[in-house]
């Protein structure tokens, strides 16, 4: 991101004088209510014979610069059904990162396939792309890379091998509607993007998801997929499921494409202005922004050092900030190849899953014990990250 951008995002952040603590609208009354009357009185609740899909839709695939988005009832639904569409099943691997909310690899064994676990950069806690191609294999049919809380992730690595070796490449942006990468949106850069709309991200229709795409083919086969499979009346062309969102939930997301653009805004300045702040306190890495992004700002995530202020790990330190009300949180706790999913292979695979061992993915699990979060939501006031900062520097000073 332009130095020169950052530096004016500040500045305007610094001169607001107003408080709004801890208050966060998830979205706009007024023009949320408009569009959800316009729905009732269409009298066209679902989407089978209802228009605001649609018109989200083209909204959205729009912004994003892609030919098609298909929307669904979770973010969650949109990585199984871009999987599903593209026949990705049982006997095949799908590398993803084990950092990472567990939608990005349960979607990949509500498939039948098998997720494969790549490490992370330290710099963006995103999938490291080297590690990724190392991970490769003749049973690898997709690859996940995330945009973690609004980072783009570094995917021109992937694009190229995917390419070469017929590998679907299938963005989780989730957390990162608007987001860009040297210059393009994500979710318009691999073969499909997904996006979740639950209140926490960028832009909400209370539940929902998105697939981006410009593959015609791959675009039918959501639909499809999205509506149990059929692709025609009571013509059931393959296995689906029902993943469709409602049109109240498309006159939401309409309503939030009129501020997605200006919330983002917000959100940036709020992250780059606490990172300016916290860059020199004494326990805290800031996160740092690669010359190729354009982050979008979900949350703000840096690195605890809590050995430097006399802590024996990261929950220690978040407690005492928490006791300060630093409103703080320990972010994916352990990857999650080691979570009880994992451990005890709870899944539909007619086998058992291998059973992963601490080590296989160190930067991950140094990062586990380190992340801590703060919400950058459009509602976040500079007196409010000041607040915050003053916890950071009171610990740091050694306040308990």
Same mark, same amino acid.
């Given at each position: 991101?332009?130095?020169?951008?950052?530096?004016?995002?500040?500045?305007?952040?610094?001169?607001?004088?107003?408080?709004?603590?801890?208050?966060?609208?998830?979205? %706009?009354?007024?023009?949320?209510?408009?569009?959800?009357?316009?729905?009732?009185?269409?009298?066209?609740?679902?989407?089978?014979?209802?228009?605001?899909?649609?018109?989200?839709?083209?909204?959205?695939?729009?912004?994003?610069?892609?030919?098609?988005?298909?929307?669904?009832?979770?973010?969650?639904?949109?990585?199984?059904?871009?999987?599903?569409?593209?026949?990705?099943? *049982?006997?095949? %691997?799908?590398?993803?990162?084990?950092?990472?909310?567990?939608?990005?690899?349960?979607?990949?064994?509500?498939?039948?396939?098998?997720?494969?676990?790549?490490?992370?950069?330290?710099?963006?806690?995103?999938?490291?792309?080297?590690?990724?191609?190392?991970?490769?294999?003749?049973?690898?049919?997709?690859?996940?890379?995330?945009?973690?809380?609004?980072?783009?992730?570094?995917?021109?690595?992937?694009?190229?091998?995917?390419?070469?070796?017929?590998?679907?490449?299938?963005?989780?942006?989730?957390?990162?509607?608007?987001?860009?990468?040297?210059?393009?949106?994500?979710?318009?850069?691999?073969?499909?993007?997904?996006?979740?709309?639950?209140?926490?991200?960028?832009?909400?229709?209370?539940?929902?998801?998105?697939?981006?795409?410009?593959?015609?083919?791959?675009?039918?086969?959501?639909?499809?997929?999205?509506?149990?499979?059929?692709?025609?009346?009571?013509?059931?062309?393959?296995?689906?499921?029902?993943?469709?969102?409602?049109?109240?939930?498309?006159? =939401?997301?309409?309503?939030?494409?009129?501020?997605?653009?200006?919330?983002?805004?917000?959100?940036?300045?709020?992250?780059?202005?606490?990172?300016?702040?916290?860059?020199?306190?004494?326990?805290?890495?800031? *996160?740092?922004?690669?010359?190729?992004? %354009?982050?979008?700002?979900?949350?703000?995530?840096?690195?605890?050092?809590?050995?430097?202020?006399?802590?024996?790990?990261?929950?220690?330190?978040?407690?005492?900030?928490?006791?300060?009300?630093?409103?703080?949180?320990?972010?994916? *706790?352990?990857?999650?190849?080691?979570?009880?999913?994992?451990?005890?292979?709870?899944?539909?695979?007619?086998?058992?899953?291998?059973?992963?061992?601490?080590?296989?993915?160190?930067?991950?699990?140094?990062?586990?014990?380190?992340?801590?979060?703060?919400?950058?939501?459009?509602?976040?006031?500079?007196?409010?990250?000041?607040?915050? =900062?003053?916890?950071?520097?009171?610990?740091?000073?050694?306040?308990?």
């Amino acid at each position: 991101m332009d130095p020169k951008d950052v530096e004016k995002l500040i500045k305007k952040f610094s001169k607001d004088e107003s408080l709004n603590f801890l208050n966060e609208e998830r979205f %706009e009354f007024e023009a949320t209510l408009e569009e959800i009357i316009k729905v009732l009185k269409s009298k066209r609740l679902d989407i089978l014979d209802g228009l605001a899909h649609k018109e989200f839709e083209t909204q959205f695939a729009e912004w994003t610069g892609v030919k098609h988005a298909i929307f669904v009832n979770s973010g969650t639904a949109a990585l199984f059904c871009a999987l599903r569409a593209k026949g990705i099943g *049982p006997g095949d %691997e799908v590398i993803v990162p084990p950092f990472t909310f567990m939608a990005t690899a349960s979607s990949v064994m509500h498939t039948n396939a098998m997720p494969v676990f790549a490490d992370i950069e330290l710099k963006t806690y995103n999938m490291d792309p080297n590690d990724a191609i190392k991970k490769i294999t003749p049973k690898t049919k997709a690859i996940i890379p995330v945009h973690l809380a609004g980072m783009p992730a570094d995917v021109d690595p992937l694009v190229e091998v995917c390419k070469e070796k017929g590998i679907f490449l299938l963005e989780d942006a989730c957390q990162s509607h608007g987001a860009k990468y040297k210059g393009k949106m994500v979710g318009a850069i691999g073969d499909a993007g997904c996006f979740s709309f639950f209140p926490s991200k960028n832009m909400t229709t209370g539940e929902g998801g998105m697939i981006t795409t410009n593959d015609d083919e791959l675009a039918e086969q959501c639909r499809v997929v999205r509506h149990h499979g059929e692709s025609s009346w009571y013509v059931f062309a393959r296995l689906g499921w029902h993943l469709r969102p409602t049109e109240l939930s498309a006159a =939401v997301g309409i309503a939030q494409m009129k501020v997605v653009k200006s919330n983002n805004r917000k959100r940036q300045s709020a992250w780059f202005y606490l990172n300016e702040q916290l860059k020199d306190v004494k326990g805290i890495k800031v *996160p740092e922004v690669p010359e190729y992004a %354009e982050p979008s700002c979900n949350w703000w995530g840096g690195l605890l050092e809590f050995e430097k202020l006399g802590f024996k790990d990261g929950r220690s330190m978040v407690n005492a900030l928490n006791r300060k009300n630093a409103f703080t949180k320990i972010l994916y *706790p352990e990857p999650l190849y080691m979570t009880k999913v994992f451990q005890d292979g709870d899944s539909f695979l007619p086998y058992r899953m291998p059973r992963h061992k601490t080590g296989l993915c160190p930067n991950c699990e140094e990062v586990n014990k380190r992340l801590i979060g703060i919400d950058t939501h459009p509602r976040l006031m500079k007196q409010h990250c000041d607040f915050i =900062v003053e916890r950071f520097k009171a610990v740091a000073a050694g306040e308990r």
